[in-house]
């Protein structure tokens, strides 16, 4: 007799949810996200090219460097456009014949090493899919601190809505961005390092421990989460202002 | 000759930033906050005093269970209002005299089981301290996850602009929030727990590997911080919204 | 007008789950439990009684020693009756007019060290609050491992449907118990031990690194859960029966 | 004189116990499972053929990508049936003339992400050679959770008597699952995600600490122990039944 | 039908093993170990009286330091001679009438820090309990290296069998010893220490990983196992030579 | 036969090494340092006094609380003098009748928040105890980073030869100095924080991972060896000095 | 002046020293051990010639698989004679000429699973490279414990004077070992496994938190020390009846 | 309104700053460091030759092995002069024309074991470009500690202003040498090693815990931070004692 009633209450819960795909219609603020690692060039491909079918952008993380430019070439010839992030095999696809959407929002994007810059361009990509810009400055470590100030004060000037701040080693730029702005921070820090804290360890906890109150963290290399969360804000904030001034 | 450049630059530095309160002048939308942990409740009284004279509203996180009626005493006499946190011995005082100030942000708090709700109440001290006023929802686990909808609809409802979730043990419920809205969601993973992952750190492994794309995550039991970062963007979207109409 | 979508959205889910507890519906087959740490003597006695409205039978886990008199007598003066765990301050309180349930299921539990027991008693509690009855050896460590034999051998005979073992230091009775017998074993790492792999991290690696297929593990000192879902094994196994013999 | 004792007892232990296999005569309901990492095909299918000459279903796990089919092809070549695991090297062989075997027991088996699935294979593959079906379902993840309850509803009202859960990334399907039905609910973390928690961790240490009480856990990646403890507590369920008909 | 083969084959196992505590018969050498830890001081020394009616020496370990003299005091009563360890809680009770035993063994133990020597001393105690004379040298750590050469000179002209090092903070000291001697080096890391690798965790790894080939380690703080397992090897070479002299 | 010669060799070791304490004749620029922890006041106070007797400085760390006042007394009752560390439980002794004694060396030390002072305080003692001059700034870290200009500006102008940073939480302090000076930096992490990378863990990984090439580093909360080691440096180089001019 | 004090005190130390080799004279049992990994074969061979000219043997572990025979046929054309360890890379090289050494030593090899016999091999090797025979029994895991009793009644009935015990996995086989004897057993972890306790530290911990007083342990996967340490009892126990019976 | 103050702050900062690169102005005695890993042997080319033209020295660390010959020869075809460390892959690169500066500083170099040999050649290598001349003694582990005497011995004549002490396994050198001399010494943990405690973690555990007080210690393989260090304090000394001449 327990199952009846299990059924039951499954039953009522299945039918209505049944036709919903929530997190298309909730959510759908953020494109389409394919991990390349462990997939052949082959089956990115076609995962892409059906993906479009639906989306206007989608995001291919991880791609194998040596498949880098077949799956770009393969993508191109039906007519899609292509780019890839800088020191990164993460690509941003759209359909060729769509008009380059933009929602107004507007983000900053911060790396500290030049390796660290493969996850910041992570970000950038996504959030272009959304329809947000992105000002970034790349090496800005704090090795070489002073480089900072003109970064930050170009961002604030172009009224950023957020600022992503990626670092590895002991990532501690982003808690000195997240001390000197009042715009929200977010810090995702990378697995650039060696020895005792390496694989991003030691940055994580250091942005975890922030003592400047009020910085977000992702998990380590994590730029797509942090790139689409800021552009969640810079969106809503510019949607916001659009709303209201019609 | 080495040294005399070194205090030369140094110097210039020193010129220029030394008038300068750079988080007071850029970050004034947090308030102060107290660490009361490690400190007498002489001592704690004597520095909320002393910070209500330049703020309106000091936080102070973490008192000794024993100390709370005589520090919330002490500085009622001296006719400031103190509110204390649900289940927590986190305080927000604020000067008698001064209208509450509204920025007009909203945001939701979520907590998952009620071990958490001291959290959320930290969370939720800091928000209001910001001007901002919080729907909370405590007791709303994975567990009993039917409860969970209800809360969310009202939330999205009320158009808060940020959600913050509180959660300990596996802390699954921030992941599950993230998936099915699309307003910022910030967790904050808690210490409760036992065994294999205690002290918060299933949960905040689990917060850091959401499947759920763009959850952003503050330390173990960072209740204040989360807080903060959720009003940071309530608070700067109504000033958005004002300023535009206006 | 993203908002209006999901409002929309969570309220067809929620209509449809308001009225409805999943868990209790579902499964019903494990009673409330409480747990003590970090409540009063007061408190847990409050909500012993209310849960004791709808539930013949609630278990408190982990209360404080020196309270455990004062919340047995106070249960026991309103006429429930009290069951303490041996050597451990879990106890199972029951309504004092209903009859004893019994679900026909039967299951084994065994515990490597004296200081184990706690840990299995909880196992015990909750199975018998499930009406499962439960064959108990204690005290049957590797370290006399001929004291298992017998053990085994009367629970085989007796028919058990599942046997949960517990196990601090090295945990490596559940192995063994694993690799003798041909029903469900349920392993339970205790947080006794020192040095390296003390706090039960040892024992539950142990139990998870089994060369023996097929042992389920809970997490350190989680007899409660072991308990219930070793009942769960057993009572359905009987209601089985039970339905097909009728 | 210590020696003689010693050889004395171990004698009598010994003599008694020396023409006995234990675990072949008490555990004969769990195939012989291959270990295929770290062996030459030549070796794996040697292995095979002679452990199908007592066995009528030996599982492989982990064979090498590039040897999968060549072990397969010298398999079938000696007139046995293979089956390979979806997305995964894990192969299931048995003797080409024995007719399959049906133990009358039924489970369900639930994937979160498509990398999950080599995993859940494992789980499927073990089962099925213990004469079990199961019923199963990937890709249900908590990113898209209403595609679950359709999946549970299938999978009570065929009367399975476990579940096996298998995730990677913060694992929180198991607890979700757990949460909502009264069978038997097995987990089994994967080492599917990057960061902090990465390799399992997040997931292992997520299950371990569900607050749904009575989720029973695997290692990580340990599909073939769950897939076999789930099977063993289904055909149990069936021969009892069988038993009692007859 | 499975359940009558299991039933059977453990009885046959039962049945010749019943009669037989293989650990009293196999490994008399050593005595009986009671864990104080967690046990009252009536309940320490009933289990005490107990254990000396059979074995003529008995060790007690991690008592609490205030119900030392309390025990000491009853054992004494009973007529029973009590020893304790310097700067430690460990106690060795024998029967007062009995002459105590000597086995001719003869091991060495060293110490680094004055915080180590309680585990020393437990170590020196269980030997002590099985005969073997011991020749201690404690504070001999390599900040003062220079003590440990008149150590080691006088430990292999009185020709010990086996040496235990006893040493936390870095532990060094076992891999210096071991790589001066050519008799068997013990080495027992304590829990001594602060900061990365506190709690005996740096010593441990540190003896684990030394270059000098054959240095054998107990865990943390076990001066009891380093103790026995040292007087075992000492306790047969005695035994051996006296068996042939005879 | 081999016992014979182990035993000349290490007397040929002993011989030479008997009269010659190493580390008295080699490393006497570092004081005596006592571990309060764990000592009676009283064992304190006479080790202490017996130290005083050949040295004219002692260093006692870590005291209980409870037991400061009364150890400050019965030593200053003898006529020596004594110092207590601000914010901390670690005393600096000198007999009463020996002048301060200088070295000449300088060093600064700076902390990052107030709880770091006490480990801060233990630097300074111990360099003060070895002759040499600390110019110290408490409370000026990274969240309130202009008041770190002036301070270094202060110590590169006042010649110090080595600067030692203490910082908890992220511990980022440390880095931000190394990158800006060009005297010698140690970092001391300290164990102020919670969650993850609590207990230090995370200001040491950060320190330890500093992208500012040429951070040496202490382990947590060792404020004495760091203390001791930048007033070696500057000892040195004063010492130097002193001995070119004459 | 203190250069001069250290210069003379080490110049006491280094001419005593100077034309010592401690190692060499006190520890000459154990035989050259060279580490394979990391060298080319060519060197390999070099060394190892280079060695056999002042030792009759020389172990090298670790050899990269694809070297083996290129190393074994240059020392044999060398006219050595050289043995490989089963399913190991590690071997044992002798000069051709001198007759094979055998000290009267025995000791008793286990290993668990066919994965830990490589790390077994090894020490079987140095064993025997140090003139002590060894009895070995492979595979005899805890899944099978019933084949574990004959093999220790060999062992007993040898008189085998240390046991090695070699597992992987969970480890529990040492502890089953140790609990059964009452000669030394030494345990030796592998780092055989997978998911949580991985690469030996389930086995590793499994062995220290022993229950079975007296189970001394080395590092994961150390053969080699392992097997010295076992051969320095047995031929310490064989040299000191040879030296009684003259 | 708050961005104006926000960009204003920023822009006094900006202003002051922007022309000013700290590091290059402040820290000039370390040399440029460029990380090899993960760099085309065309970048680190281009990348060398580019940074010469500033520099008179650079040092390039962690070259892969197979581009090593490919980048030295192709800097000297520039007539650069090249030197690769022993068994390392790190080069320092010169130019041709600059006679090498001599500082007069001096540091001791000593590593453990042949494999700890690279990092120690890094520090050199550093050392070297900072005009620092360095006396080192490889090889030179506590498993054959009288090697040591001489080594130090000699460093201590030469008067040498460092020590820098390279360590893999358990890295207890470091803290024997600490303990003999009175010259700053500074510790690098190498990832020499296996199991527990393997990847360098039981030498930095082991530096950092050393009981000898003031031992400095770098992170894991991290050669050029503390080479660059001791040759700070090195050169420190010498610049000081030259000024004073003068």
């Known amino acids: 007799m327990q199952k009846e009633i299990s059924i039951h209450s499954i039953e009522q819960v299945g039918q209505n949810l049944a036709n919903l795909d929530l997190k298309r219609e909730l959510r759908r603020g953020i494109p389409e996200v394919v991990l390349g690692e462990g997939k052949t060039s082959r089956d990115i491909v076609k ?14 993380s991880r791609i194998r460097r040596e498949d880098l430019s077949t799956i770009c070439r393969a993508l191109k010839r039906r007519r899609n456009r292509v780019e ?10 759209r359909t060729g014949f769509v008009k380059k959407r933009s929602s107004g929002g507007k983000i900053g994007i911060i790396s500290a090493g030049t390796s660290d810059m493969a996850v910041a361009e992570e970000a950038r990509l996504i959030a272009e899919a959304m329809g947000c810009s992105a000002i ?16 930050l004060k170009e961002m604030i000037a172009a009224s950023v809505d957020a600022i992503v701040v990626v670092a590895g080693m002991e990532g501690a730029l982003a808690s000195v961005v997240s001390a000197m702005v009042n715009v929200p921070v977010v810090g995702v820090p990378t697995s650039v390092g060696y020895g005792f804290g390496s694989a991003g360890l030691a940055a994580l906890s250091c942005m975890l421990q922030s003592c400047a109150i009020g910085l977000a963290v992702f998990n380590i290399d994590n ?24």
Chains 1, 2, 3, 4, 5, 6, 7, 8 share one sequence.
């Open 47 to 60: 995962i892409v090219l059906s993906a479009l079918k639906m989306n206007s952008a989608v995001v291919v």
């Open 84 to 93: 890839i992030g800088k020191n990164s095999t993460t690509i941003l696809a």
């Open 136 to 151: 970034v400055r790349y090496d800005v470590g704090i090795a070489g601190i002073h480089r900072l100030f003109p970064a």
């Open 223 to 246: 730029g797509i989460g942090a790139g689409a969360f800021a552009a969640l804000i810079a969106n809503r904030m510019a949607s916001n202002s659009n709303k209201i001034k019609i």
